[in-house]
């Protein structure tokens, strides 16, 4: 029973995957969007610009998302070995139990 996880490690890291191309197509729009709005008002001075404010942006929500994927991705790892530990601390170690039969 402890070895069954909701759902398989392989299903997990496939949307671990997901998250991070989701983002960096997030981050390529945003990319886009403020380099053509920057072209449209101020020629390539402004592209130059909007595109360093594009990878600023990028930047600064790169961290935090990466957080947030990292807290989904892990948070199930961390349940799972925290259940096992306090489990470990209430019962023993399985070793320590085969000893005592003995």
């Known amino acids: 029973m402890q070895g ?4 398989p490690p392989e299903s997990k890291m496939h949307k671990y995957l997901k998250m991070l191309k989701v983002y960096g197509f997030i ?5 886009v969007l403020f380099s053509v709005f ?19 942006v990028c930047a ?4 935090f998302l990466g957080i947030i994927i990292s807290i989904t991705y892990w948070s199930g790892f961390a349940s799972r ?6 489990k470990e601390q209430l019962e023993g170690k399985p070793d320590d139990k085969k000893d005592q039969d003995l």
């Open 27 to 31: 981050a390529l729009g945003i990319l």
């Open 38 to 56: 920057g072209f449209l008002t101020s020629g390539v001075p402004g592209l130059l610009n909007a595109l360093n404010l594009g990878l600023i």
């Open 81 to 86: 070995w925290g259940e096992e530990k306090y």
């Open 60 to 63: 600064i929500g790169l961290p």
């Open 4 to 7: 069954n996880s909701p759902t």
